[in-house]
């Protein structure tokens, strides 16, 4: 059974840190890519990074993560990262990984539930 399921939410303050985890199962990290996503309210899903599962390259979906975020994973521990510095309110939204099918322009095949990110003084 595919699962990937987010943790390291919370609240933070603007400047501040956060690195966001996502346990994946059922399937491995060799063989497909994970994006990160994310979801304001009232706003659509937008990309924001992407890892690829041979050799671990970046994609960014969005110009907005370069120099803030960076996506990396522990295959032994299948687990994939998102680390975010320098956060700003924009930032504020729940955050998804998901598993990626067909390299990282490919489409989503399992989302993983979200971790809400709060950015506020």
């Known amino acids: 059974q595919v699962q990937l399921v987010e943790s390291g939410g919370g609240l933070v303050q603007p400047g501040g840190s956060l690195r966001l985890s996502c346990a994946i199962s059922g399937f491995s990290l060799d063989y497909y890519d994970i994006g990160w996503f994310r979801q304001a309210p009232g706003k659509k899903h937008e990309g924001i990074l992407c890892?690829?599962?041979?050799?671990?390259?970046?994609?960014y979906y969005s110009d907005s993560a370069k120099g803030r975020f960076t996506i990396s994973r522990d295959i032994a521990k299948k687990t994939v990262y998102l680390q975010m510095n320098s956060l700003e309110p924009g930032d504020t939204a729940a955050y998804y990984c998901?598993?990626?099918?067909?390299?990282?322009?490919?489409?989503?095949?399992?989302w993983g539930q979200g971790t809400q990110v709060t950015v506020s003084s």
């Open positions: 998901a598993r990626v099918n067909g390299g990282c322009r490919g489409g989503v095949d399992y």
């Open positions: 890892i690829n599962s041979r050799g671990g390259s970046t994609f």
